[in-house]
């Protein structure tokens, strides 16, 4: 849609795709969240639990966001001008490259107040927890707790800005990086409900792979084969 978007109370739960499982909004001049949550949706691709991608300003209240998993953006992906998010709670969310629980790409402004952000697990990329990062204007952090967060750089929270930074009250407590503390029951707890399924998928993309392969080899010529 390219007009201004708002969402209130909804529920995305259990539901599989290789991007945005739960939610996808792009293309908008500006959105409000309210109420959302997501719960135990599977990418195989990237974002689990939502991506919103825009030019305009985003709010978002009162999210929960938790047991969500993909190779990237496992929570949320949020992508616009100026972006607030208050409230709510990431948890559980797993991701094996990037951004755990929650990733904000800002143009003009970021600030998260009052949101917490527990066991979320970012992989072999930054933000376990929360990741965060302006072009320019402020970013500011507020009331936040941020922890058993894990991930290979700010396995609580990673934050940038090209402009100011102001961050306080922020509650952080056993986050890592690597493998980080309880990561390895978190992601099995996380990944368990939807194992089957994931697996399912995987065969699928393997079968598909050997008939191309197969198909590929009967086209070859002699001239392909030559050392």
Request: negative net charge.
């Amino acid at each position: 849609t390219t007009g201004a978007v708002s969402l209130t109370n909804v529920t995305t739960s259990h539901n599989s795709a290789a991007n945005a499982a739960g939610l996808l909004a792009a293309g908008f001049s500006g959105m409000t969240v309210s109420g959302y949550t997501a719960d135990g949706n599977l990418a195989t691709a990237a974002g689990g639990g939502f991506i919103i991608v825009g030019m305009g300003d985003v709010s978002i209240a009162n999210a929960t966001v938790t047991g969500n998993a993909s190779p990237a953006y496992a929570g949320g992906y949020v992508v616009g001008g100026n972006l607030q998010v208050s409230g709510g709670e990431f948890s559980d969310n797993v991701a094996t490259s990037a951004f755990g629980g929650l990733g904000l790409i800002g143009n003009t402004g970021i600030s998260v107040d009052g949101t917490a952000f527990r066991r979320n697990f970012g992989g072999t990329g930054p933000g376990g927890g929360l990741y965060a990062a302006l072009s320019a204007g402020t970013l500011t952090l507020s009331n936040i707790e941020a922890s058993e967060n894990s991930a290979a750089v700010g396995g609580g929270i990673f934050a940038a800005s090209g402009g100011s930074l102001t961050a306080t009250r922020i509650r952080a407590l056993q986050n890592g990086s690597g493998a980080g503390p309880g990561s390895d029951e978190m992601i099995k707890r996380t990944l368990d409900p939807a194992w089957e399924e994931l697996t399912e998928l995987l065969d699928y993309r393997r079968l598909i792979e050997q008939q191309i392969a197969r198909t590929a080899a009967m086209r070859r010529s002699a001239a392909d084969i030559e050392i």
